[in-house]
Nanobody, 119 residues
Framework: QVQLVESGGGSVQAGGSLRISCAAS????????VAWFRQAPGKEREFVSG????????YYADFLRGRFTISKDDAKNTVFLQMNSLKIEDTAVYYC????????????WGQGTAVTVSS
């Protein structure tokens, strides 16, 4: 199985930056893609960004408007989300999950890392 652990969240002032991480372990060779999702209290979970495990393609939600960047480290077992120009609307718990293949459900959700953006 694949295990995912998110880290790097915290509190930041609006306009600031955070870099959160999704560390994958276990059978990482079975990963097709990893994606970040977020959920604020009382709101529906939404897709934020995704990356193919190969690193060849990345995907972003339209609402990011160029503020976030997803990447993988050289070891190919950790996915990062660099979040710049943070807005209070970005406040949420951020989760990562993975797909075993295209058009499959995401699974092995991590524990989440909380991001709080204040004015």
């Amino acid at each position: 199985q694949v295990q995912l652990v998110e880290s790097g969240g915290g509190s930041v002032q609006a306009g600031g930056s955070l870099r959160i991480s999704c560390a994958a372990s276990g059978r990482t060779d079975s990963i097709y893609a990893v994606a970040w999702f977020r959920q604020a209290p009382g709101k529906e979970r939404e897709f934020v960004s995704g990356i193919l495990w190969s690193g060849e393609n990345t995907y972003y939600a339209d609402f990011l408007r160029g503020r976030f960047t997803i990447s993988k480290d050289d070891a190919k077992n950790t996915v990062f989300l660099q979040m710049n120009s943070l807005k209070i609307e970005d406040t949420a718990v951020y989760y990562c999950a993975f797909q075993r293949a295209s058009n499959t459900n995401f699974g092995s959700w991590g524990q989440g890392t909380a991001v709080t953006v204040s004015s």
